[in-house]
């Protein structure tokens, strides 16, 4: 898994990443969420580099062999601990929910992955509701 420092925005965007492709399926609409949200300027990352963040994401899946739409919780522990700055928490929380929001289909995996996430770092996660 590729290594950042902590509280970077490229640990920070790599966790709203991990929650774009959650459910097995990253979808445009999830994409142009963050992007109209403005996730680059939110999360202090240089001009154009999510889409790279995301894809060295999905490599290090790859890698890992991780072939489902459910995400390992030690892996995403481990992610979480790489943001401990309590506003960045909840700007990757809002861009995550925000993002599995987007096409109007909040599967189980994604439910999961957002409330392990606000549970971990304390914070409160209204209005994630699953879709079958």
């Known amino acids: 898994m590729q290594a950042y420092r902590?509280?970077?925005?490229e640990a920070a965007a790599r966790i709203v990443a991990l929650a774009l492709g959650s459910d097995g399926n990253v979808c445009r609409a999830e994409f142009e969420a963050?992007?109209?949200l403005g996730?680059?300027?939110?999360?202090?990352?240089?001009?154009?580099?999510?889409?790279?963040?995301?894809?060295?994401?999905?490599?290090?899946?790859q890698l890992m062999a991780w072939g489902g739409s459910?995400?390992?919780?030690?892996?995403?522990?481990?992610?979480l601990?790489?943001?401990?700055d309590v506003e960045l928490q909840r700007k990757v929380l809002t861009l995550a929910t925000?993002?599995?929001?987007?096409?109007?289909?909040v599967s189980d995996a994604e439910t999961q992955l957002l409330e392990a996430t606000a549970r971990r770092?304390?914070?409160p996660l209204e209005g994630i509701a699953t879709e079958s």
């Open 121 to 123: 770092w304390g914070l």
């Open 70 to 79: 459910r995400v390992d919780p030690e892996l995403l522990d481990r992610l």
């Open 34 to 36: 963050v992007s109209h």
């Open 98 to 105: 925000a993002a599995v929001h987007a096409d109007r289909h």
């Open 81 to 84: 601990l790489d943001v401990t």
């Open 39 to 61: 996730i680059e300027t939110q999360l202090g990352l240089q001009a154009g580099s999510f889409p790279t963040v995301v894809r060295a994401l999905c490599e290090d899946l």
């Open 6 to 9: 902590r509280n970077s925005p």
